[in-house]
């Protein structure tokens, strides 16, 4: 049984910047593709961002695209994701994920951690 745990979320201003972690049960580099989802009121959950196993590979969302970096240190069994210059529409729950396949979600999710920006 994985489990994921994320943390760093919280209210942040219009431009600023916040950074999520994501801590594993596992070693990380076990289940290859890790991943972050958001779900903001009202909406569906979706993708945000994924990064291979080693590190090398890294996709977003054209939403997110040049502001949110995703990293890993499989050492440490941790993701990452840095927000920069975030926005109101940023606002949402932020889930960790292990396991996907392009744009789909693995089998294992975190609890979220909740990301508020105010204007």
């Known amino acids: 049984q994985v489990q994921l745990v994320e943390s760093g979320g919280g209210l942040v201003q219009d431009g600023g910047s916040l950074r999520l972690s994501c801590a594993a049960s596992?070693?990380?580099?076990?289940?290859?593709?890790m991943g972050w989802f958001r779900q903001a009121p009202g909406k569906e959950r979706e993708f945000v961002a994924r990064?291979?196993?080693?590190?090398?590979?890294?996709y977003y969302a054209d939403s997110v695209k040049g502001r949110f970096t995703i990293s890993r240190d499989n050492a440490k069994n941790t993701v990452y994701l840095q927000m920069n210059s975030v926005k109101p529409e940023d606002t949402a729950v932020y889930y960790c994920n292990a396991g996907l396949v392009d744009m789909i979600p693995g089998r294992y999710w975190g609890q979220g951690t909740q990301v508020t920006v105010s204007s």
């Open positions: 990064i291979n196993w080693s590190g090398e590979i890294t």
């Open positions: 596992i070693r990380t580099s076990t289940y290859y593709t």
